[in-house]
């Protein structure tokens, strides 16, 4: 288990678009003491620079923190960039979503795009991580991995995602545990609503809310990356700011705590 965090743990800084922000993610996550950091879609790193690239390679190793890259949709064009994105930064992970703006894929579509990818990945000892989102049951994810047949190949497995189909954290851990290379640790909670006319579904930092990570534990590979990401409360930007490095600091100190607890480590 590797502890680390993604861009969606810092919604509001990623969308202030600050200079230098993947630069400045790696070092606060040095002072976190997170492993691993993950680029995702709202902070995207395919159009820098070689060289701007080569600097967020150097400070993620002399930071001893493993990058990981992100990005949305199966664009073969678009996996291809972003696979050269993990070669320059030396990371083994490409954690995507099966759809984007522009596509959303169906079964067939979806293995014949990865099918157009999958061999330069695995020729460069790079993952392919399509992570389980609310568009699509927990059952198509599956049936995606296991028609492209490629150890290259995995589910990000994200705790709350498909909640927009009805499906709880049990019911995907148990149809998704054994593809997943990579796991979201996205707390939540679900009140009812005051008036009794429904429930309110929100985010919490790690181990504050409803999120089964003992169930994550023994059901999950033991060498996977282990993410925080955080649904944050709707602030405006400076406090959402504020927020989310407190939400980062706690959940990543929680997840250390349980790591020691559970594992030993």
Same mark, same amino acid.
């Given at each position: ?7 969606? !743990?810092?919604?509001?800084?990623? /969308?202030?678009?600050?200079? $230098?922000?993947?630069? %400045?993610?790696?070092?606060? &996550?040095?002072? +976190? ?32 923190? !493993?990058?990981?890259?992100?990005? /949305?949709?199966?664009?073969? $064009?678009?996996?291809? %960039?972003?696979?050269?994105? &993990?070669?320059? +930064? ?38 392919? /991580? ?136």
């Amino acid at each position: 288990m590797k502890i680390g965090l993604s861009t969606w !743990a810092y919604p509001a800084f990623c /969308a202030a678009r600050q200079k $230098e922000a993947a630069l %400045r993610l790696i070092e606060r &996550a040095a002072e +976190l003491r997170a492993e691993v950091f993950q680029f995702a879609d709202n902070l995207p790193l395919d159009g820098l620079s070689a060289k701007e690239l080569e600097r967020l390679r150097l400070s993620a190793q002399e930071n001893g923190i !493993a990058p990981e890259v992100g990005t /949305a949709g199966l664009s073969p $064009e678009n996996l291809m %960039r972003h696979l050269a994105v &993990a070669k320059s +930064l030396g990371a083994t992970l490409v954690r995507t979503l099966p759809h984007s703006r522009e596509s959303r894929p169906g079964l067939l579509e979806a293995q014949g795009m990865i099918g157009r990818v999958i061999k330069e990945y695995e020729s460069a000892g790079v993952t392919l /991580a399509v992570e389980n989102h609310d568009h699509y049951p927990a059952a198509w994810f599956s049936k995606l991995i296991e028609s492209v047949k490629s150890p290259f190949l995995g589910v990000c497995l994200d705790a709350v995602n498909s909640l927009g189909q009805g499906e709880g954290f049990s019911e995907v851990i148990g149809a998704l545990a054994r593809h997943t290379v990579n796991f979201h640790c996205k707390d939540y909670t679900i009140r009812r609503r005051a008036d009794s006319m429904g429930f309110v579904v929100s985010g919490t930092q790690t181990g504050r809310g409803m999120l089964d990570l003992d169930t994550a534990k023994n059901r999950l590979s033991g060498g996977i990356s282990w993410i925080v990401e955080s649904w944050l409360p709707d602030e405006d930007n400076a406090k959402m700011q504020q927020t989310e490095q407190i939400w980062a600091r706690e959940s990543l100190a929680y997840l250390f705590r349980f790591r020691r607890e559970k594992c030993g480590i």
